[in-house]
């Protein structure tokens, strides 16, 4: 059974950090892209982060670039967002994500996600 299990949201004062964590069970997670959308209330899930199979190449989207960063360890089947200078329009659920296709590249639509996460809170206070 596929599962990916998230952690590491929160409650955060704008300009502060959060590290948002994502399990993956099942070895073949190594070889499948992965990343984070979020979905605040009232509006559409939007990709946040991706990053391919291997972690060399990664895609942010236009809102995070420069404050957020992807990463994966293979070792440990877990895939990282780490969020800094957080800002209230960041607050939102956040998922994580997979599409089962080896060896393939980012992905930036949830109509390509075969597995996603339970979610996990995100709230930024002004």
């Known amino acids: 059974q596929v599962q990916l299990v998230e952690s590491g949201g929160g409650l955060v004062q704008a300009g502060g950090s959060l590290r948002l964590s994502c399990a993956a069970s099942?070895?073949?997670?190594?070889?499948?892209?992965m990343g984070w959308f979020r979905q605040a209330p009232g509006k559409e899930r939007e990709i946040v982060a991706a990053?391919?199979?291997?972690?060399?190449?990664?895609y942010y989207a236009d809102s995070v670039k420069g404050r957020f960063t992807i990463s994966r360890d293979h070792a440990k089947n877990t895939v990282y967002l780490q969020m800094n200078n957080l800002k209230p329009e960041d607050t939102a659920v956040y998922y994580c994500?997979?599409?089962?296709?080896?060896?393939?590249?980012?992905?930036?639509?949830?109509?390509?996600?075969?597995?996603w996460g339970q979610g996990t809170q995100v709230t930024v206070s002004s």
């Open positions: 994500a997979s599409r089962s296709s080896y060896l393939a590249g980012v992905f930036t639509s949830p109509a390509n996600i075969d597995y």
């Open positions: 099942g070895r073949a997670f190594n070889n499948f892209p």
């Open positions: 990053i391919n199979f291997s972690g060399g190449s990664t």
